[in-house]
């Protein structure tokens, strides 16, 4: 494979920064990935498991002669860490983040960008519900979209080169503008995630159904709702509070589909709860045929990090 960036600096150090360098040596993508975490903890893992060649406690340090800087912070931190980062970065350097909201990121980045320095906003859809730099694994992005939105002064040359690295990490890249990308996200994450922490919150507050029967009885679909709400709070508190209107705009939209089911089955009306489940039952194939996920049925999840 060949070499895309001689020198990338991981600005955060979790699962998605990790899974780009185990991906990256796997691939003989570059030739040197320095790091940068908050905690002295993190930074001494990321040595231990040598997902980095070098890892500092100051991002400034970490992008030293860096020609790709991936801004892998919570969204609210990123326009902080662009500031304390734009004094030392390479011209011609390519800076991206793997936030999942890119307006408000936008916003926060751009302004702090030098002239001579690529700005290309990007979101892995990958994950899973484990953090830090442990969570990490080189097969993370494979099949798995990652969406660019660049800016409309982009240097397409720029925006080519990020491509084919994150093409050779296994992603399927597709571009779009923010706004379009906040609104996407809006209804295929950022609201499921709000609804799976109420669902497991409303668990909680039912007193009437014990703790032990939660953990004992669960259901696949409960499962999959804590599944859900173990994510990260520290970024998901950042993304609904950086896609505010998006993530309003589908709540209330959700609302209105709720009353209408919850008024079906107060009168008894079978067909349309049939018609309804029939339509959603189809989005689930849809996914399944676009090679997203898999029909087996491993409700628990059990042992691979998907």
Same mark, same amino acid.
């Given at each position: 494979m060949t070499v895309i960036y001689d020198k990338v600096a991981l600005l955060g150090l979790g699962l998605i920064a990790s899974s780009m360098a185990h991906a990256m040596r796997a691939g003989g993508l570059v030739r040197e990935i320095s790091g940068h975490a908050r905690t002295a903890d993190t930074r001494a893992v990321a040595l231990e498991i040598a997902i980095c060649d070098t890892v500092h406690a100051s991002a400034a340090e970490a992008v030293r002669d860096a020609d790709l800087v991936v801004l892998a912070v919570p969204? $609210?931190?990123?326009?902080?860490?662009?500031?304390?980062?734009?004094?030392?970065?390479?011209?011609?350097a390519t800076v991206t983040d793997v936030g999942s909201v890119k307006q408000s990121v936008i916003d926060a980045v751009a302004p702090h960008m030098p002239p001579s320095v690529h700005f290309v906003p990007g979101h892995p859809i990958a994950g899973t519900e484990y953090s830090g730099p442990r969570a $990490?694994?080189?097969?993370?992005?494979?099949?798995?979209?990652w969406l660019l939105t660049p800016l409309a002064q982009a240097d397409m040359a720029a925006v080519a080169r990020l491509r084919a690295l994150l093409e050779a990490m296994g992603a399927k890249v597709d571009e779009m503008d923010a706004p379009h990308h906040d609104l996407v996200l809006a209804v295929t994450s950022h609201t499921p995630h709000l609804i799976a922490y109420t669902m497991v919150g409303v668990a909680d507050d039912l007193r009437r159904v014990t703790d032990s029967e939660v953990i004992k009885y669960s259901a696949a679909g409960f499962r999959d709702f804590t599944r859900i709400a173990a994510s990260d709070p520290t970024m998901w508190r950042d993304v609904f509070l950086n896609n505010k209107d998006a993530t309003l705009e589908i709540l209330g939209r959700f609302t209105e589909e709720l009353f209408a089911l919850q008024r079906a089955i107060r009168t008894g009306d079978g067909d349309h709860l049939f018609e309804y489940f029939t339509r959603t039952r189809a989005i689930r194939r849809g996914i399944i045929e676009a090679g997203q996920d898999t029909a087996a049925?491993?409700?628990?999840r059990s042992a691979e990090k998907t």
């Open positions: 969204v $609210g931190a990123m326009g902080a860490i662009a500031a304390e980062i734009a004094p030392f970065l390479k011209p011609g $990490g694994f080189a097969t993370l992005f494979q099949n798995r979209w049925p491993d409700f628990g």
